[in-house]
Nanobody, 117 residues
Framework: QVLLVESGGGLVQPGGSLRLSCAASGSGFSRYTMAWYRQAPGKQRDWVASIAIGGTTNYADSVKGRFTISRDNAKNTVSLQMNNLKPEDTAAYYC???????????WGQGTQVTVSS
């Protein structure tokens, strides 16, 4: 089992940047596919980006070219660098982990990102 704790959210102006981090406790971090999701008020939770065990990354079209996901297996962390933020990026951002083999999934508690002038 893994416990996920996000940090780095906040208020930023349009065009600004934020870096979200997710710290994972427990063992076997390198065996998890990691991802970020987001949920705006009144909307469903949407996938944003993911990074596989081998490091392959994928992005939603809405963030491609602006967001970068990365992982540090030595530190048990996954990060989301968000550049050129837009008001429509405003949402609660959630860290997600899926264990290779069993498919067990875990969620963090979320961190709020607000993009507004």
């Amino acid at each position: 089992q893994v416990l996920l704790v996000e940090s780095g959210g906040g208020l930023v102006q349009p065009g600004g940047s934020l870096r979200l981090s997710c710290a994972a406790s427990g063992s076997g971090f390198s065996r998890y596919t990691m991802a970020w999701y987001r949920q705006a008020p009144g909307k469903q939770r949407d996938w944003v980006a993911s990074i596989a065990i081998g490091g392959t990354t994928n992005y939603a079209d809405s963030v491609k070219g602006r967001f970068t996901i990365s992982r540090d297996n030595a530190k048990n962390t996954v990060s989301l660098q968000m550049n050129n933020l837009k008001p429509e990026d405003t949402a609660a951002y959630y860290c997600y982990a899926r264990l290779y083999g069993t498919g067990a999934t875990y969620w963090g508690q979320g961190t709020q990102v607000t993009v507004s002038s």
